[in-house]
C-alpha cells in the first residue's frame, strides 16, 4: 500500500503531464421560452417555445457530432425562469451561452434573422450588466459575428445585423452570450420557414458553423469520450502512451478485444519479465487458463492447449504474423499470460471477458489474496475459474461490480472499463 502523500504526489503529476485543455469546449444551448411561456404565437400559429425547443435540440446534436460538450437550459416544454437560466449557466463552468428564439414585429412585412449581445458601449442604465458580461463585450461581439455571417450564410435569410441589447440572459452571465432571433414568426414567409424541420435542422447548422468558427475543438482530443464517466482516465493513459485512439475517437463503450487488451498488457507490463505459467490455486491466487467461458477447463489452471508457451503466437492458425497485434500477442502467449484456445486458435478479435481480464491481470499484477476469499458477487461463486482473481482485484479497488452483488463475469468488457483499471492500477503502481 503506497502512502497517501505518495499518492498525492502521483496524482499531481499526472495532473502535469494531462495534455491540453483538461476539459473540452462546452457550450449551454438555451431554447427560449416554454411551459407557460409560449414566447411569440406565429402567424402560421406556430409557437416560438416550441420552435426553439426543436432547433436547440438540433443544434446541440450537431454540436455534440463536432466534439463539443453541451448542456441545455431546458429539454422540455417547461417554463424556466430567466434568472434560473443564466444560474443554470454559471454552474456548467461552460465557455459560450447560445439562446435560441424566434422574433416578432407589428409590421408583418419585417423579417430576417438577427443576433443580440450585450454591448458595454451601449449601457442602459435601468438595465445594468454583470461585470463579467461588461468585460466580456468584445468576445461577445466576435461570438455574435461569426454566428451571424454563418446564420444567414447558411439559410439564405435576410440579414438584420449585429444588436446591442440588455436582454436578462445576455446582460447577466460570466462567459460569451448571445441571443439568436432567428426569423420572424409575424412574417408569413419566415413562419413558414420556421415551420419547415428541414429549414430548422439548416438554422441549427448556421448556428452550430458560427460557434465553430469563434470556438474550433480541432484540439480536442478523443471528442466521443467528452462527458464519459472514464474521459480523465483514458487522457492519463493516453498521456502516458498506454492508450491509442481509433483515428481521431476512443470508442469507449466498445468491447475490448483480446489483441487489444493483451497491448495494453504489454505496455503497462515487461511481458518478458512475467511468470510464464505461474498458476496457484492456493489462497485465492488463482491465474487461470483463459478459455472462452467458465465452462471450459473448469480448474482453469490447466494449459490450454498443446503448442502454447515458448512456440508463442505463431502455433495458433487465426495469430497472423503480419497484423498489428501480433507481437504483442506473442509476447502474452510466451508469458503464458495469454492462452488459447482447446482448437487452437487464439482468437484476437474476440471480445475479452471481465473474467478473463481479471485472470490476466492478477497474473501480471498480483496480488495475492489477502486473507479467506470473500466474494461479494452472486454470480461469481468459489467455484467459479477466475473466483480467486476477481476477489484479489476487488479487495485490491482495481475492479469493481457492475451492480454490488454482481461482477457478470462473462460479460465483454468496454474500453473504457478495461482503461480505469489500468488507471488505478498505475496510480498505485506507476510505471518505472
Ligand atoms: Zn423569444
Not at 167 to 196: C, H, K, W
Not at 389 to 400: D, E, F, I, M, R
Amino acid at each position: 500500500m503506497k502512502s497517501p502523500l505518495l499518492r498525492l504526489g502521483l496524482l499531481a503529476l499526472g495532473l502535469l503531464i494531462a495534455p491540453g485543455p483538461a476539459s473540452a469546449a462546452k457550450i449551454v444551448v438555451d431554447a427560449g421560452h416554454g411551459g407557460t411561456d409560449s414566447g411569440a404565437i406565429g402567424v402560421n400559429q406556430l409557437q416560438e417555445k416550441e420552435v426553439t425547443l426543436d432547433i436547440a435540440g438540433r443544434l446541440r446534436d450537431l454540436l455534440v457530432q463536432h466534439g463539443y460538450e453541451v448542456a441545455m437550459s431546458r429539454t422540455t416544454d417547461t417554463y424556466v425562469s430567466l434568472s434560473d437560466r443564466v444560474a443554470f449557466t454559471n454552474a456548467q463552468n461552460a465557455d459560450l451561452f447560445v439562446s435560441i428564439h424566434a422574433n416578432e414585429y407589428s409590421s408583418p412585412t419585417t423579417r430576417g434573422a438577427m443576433v443580440l449581445y450585450y454591448d458595454d458601449a451601449y449601457p442602459q442604465s435601468s438595465y445594468p450588466a454583470s461585470d463579467a458580461m461588461r468585460a466580456l463585450t468584445p468576445q461577445s461581439k466576435a461570438l455574435a459575428q461569426d454566428v451571424l455571417d454563418s446564420f444567414v450564410g447558411t439559410t439564405g435569410l435576410t440579414n438584420r445585423g449585429l444588436v446591442e441589447s440588455a436582454v436578462y440572459v445576455v446582460r447577466m452571465g460570466q462567459i460569451p452570450s448571445i441571443l439568436v432571433e432567428t426569423a420572424f414568426l409575424s412574417n408569413q414567409a419566415d413562419a413558414a420557414l420556421l415551420a419547415d424541420s428541414t429549414m430548422r435542422q439548416t438554422m441549427a447548422q448556421g448556428i452550430a458553423r458560427g460557434i465553430e468558427a469563434y470556438l474550433p475543438t480541432s484540439n480536442v482530443v478523443f471528442p466521443d469520450t467528452l462527458g464519459h464517466w472514464a474521459r480523465e482516465a483514458i487522457l492519463r493513459l493516453k498521456a502516458q502512451g498506454i492508450v491509442d485512439g481509433v483515428g481521431r475517437s476512443f470508442e469507449p463503450n466498445r468491447a475490448l478485444t483480446r489483441a487489444e487488451w493483451v497491448t495494453l498488457l504489454g505496455r503497462v507490463f515487461d511481458l518478458s519479465k512475467a511468470q510464464a505459467g505461474s498458476c496457484s490455486a492456493a489462497g485465492g491466487t488463482v491465474a487461470g487458463a483463459v478459455y472462452g467461458s467458465g465452462a471450459a477447463g473448469g480448474g482453469g489452471c490447466e494449459p490450454a492447449s498443446a503448442g502454447a508457451g515458448a512456440a508463442g503466437a505463431a502455433a495458433f492458425r487465426d495469430a497472423n504474423a503480419g497484423s498489428w497485434a501480433f507481437t504483442a500477442l506473442d509476447k502474452a502467449v510466451k508469458a503464458g499470460v495469454l492462452e488459447g484456445y482447446p482448437d487452437g486458435t487464439l482468437r484476437p478479435d474476440r471480445p475479452v471477458t471481465r473474467a478473463e481480464v481479471a485472470a490476466m491481470f492478477q497474473r501480471l499484477a498480483g496480488p495475492a489474496l489477502e486473507g479467506t476469499l470473500r466474494q461479494p458477487f452472486k454470480d461469481v461463486p468459489p467455484s467459479y475459474w477466475a473466483a480467486g482473481a476477481v476477489a484479489a482485484l476487488t479487495q485490491a479497488g482495481w475492479v469493481n461490480g457492475m451492480t454490488a452483488n454482481q461482477y457478470m463475469p462473462e460479460r465483454s468488457i468496454t474500453r473504457a472499463e478495461a482503461t480505469a483499471l489500468l488507471d488505478r492500477y498505475l496510480a498505485a503502481n506507476p510505471k518505472k
